[in-house]
């Protein structure tokens, strides 16, 4: 299914990297991503010596990554790591930035989660998506109803799913994870990550063994599929 806009609701940077197949499918196409970044990603650091530059490493990781995706620079919001809230300003943020954007689909983190920011983000999409299509909170723009919804991360073995075949831009999807060096030295599985898909590329092109080569998608229980076959 394609779509003009659509945008990415990212806890923090690095987070829509587990999409960013499907990210780089989509500009290939034409489709306008927007990627909206709640947290800067400030308790993210492995060195004590970071502590104070943490937060400007990771915007200029972020910067990196959307050059290397193609996607325009990224909306920040600017939220302390670990203080991503569900309350009235930043659901009013949310809703302003739907009507603004008008994305025709919406992709988030899910709920089964255990980081209190992806869970933040994921409890704040059913509201804003429903209020941003009312008649409500006029000041924040006309309204703009989202048609689909879909959870990125976070879906555990909730369903129904899509997978999309990604494999062509996993070259691009390690670049793009690579931009991240911080977040690659504190969680040495991103790494590993990297080297799997290279080795999976190189030796077993034609064979998804790890599930590599597609990146899955849950739809959101409002996500309706009229013309679904």
């Not at 779509?3 to 690095?14: F, G, K, L, N, T």
């Not at 530059?53 to 302390?80: F, N, Q, S, V």
């Not at 899509?162 to 969680?187: C, F, N």
Request: glycine residues 6%.
């Amino acid at each position: 299914m394609r779509y003009s806009r659509v945008m990415i609701w990212a806890a923090h940077p690095d987070d829509e990297i587990t999409m960013a197949g499907t990210i780089c499918k989509m500009v290939e196409e034409g489709t306008e991503v927007v990627v909206v970044q709640f947290s800067n990603g400030n308790a993210g650091f492995c060195r004590p010596e970071w502590k104070d530059t943490i937060a400007d490493m990771r915007r200029k990781e972020a910067e990196e990554a959307d050059r290397i995706l193609g996607i325009p620079p990224r909306i920040m919001l600017g939220y302390d790591d670990q203080g991503v809230v569900n309350d009235r300003s930043t659901i009013q943020r949310c809703i302003q930035l739907i009507r603004k954007h008008k994305p025709e689909a919406l992709f988030s983190h899910g709920p089964i989660d255990r980081n209190r920011d992806h869970l933040a983000v994921a409890s704040l999409v059913e509201e804003a998506v429903w209020q941003a299509g009312e008649r409500v909170l006029a000041t924040a723009g006309e309204p703009w109803h989202v048609k689909h919804v879909y959870f990125y991360k976070g879906y555990g073995l909730m369903g129904p799913r899509v997978s999309i075949d990604v494999k062509k831009y996993i070259p691009t999807k390690i670049k793009a994870l690579r931009a991240y060096a911080s977040q690659l030295e504190m969680l040495p599985h991103l790494a590993k990550w990297c080297e799997r898909a290279e080795r999976q590329l190189e030796h077993h092109p034609d064979d998804d063994l790890l599930g590599i080569y597609t990146e899955t998608f849950v739809l959101h229980k409002m996500t309706v599929l009229p013309d679904f076959p």
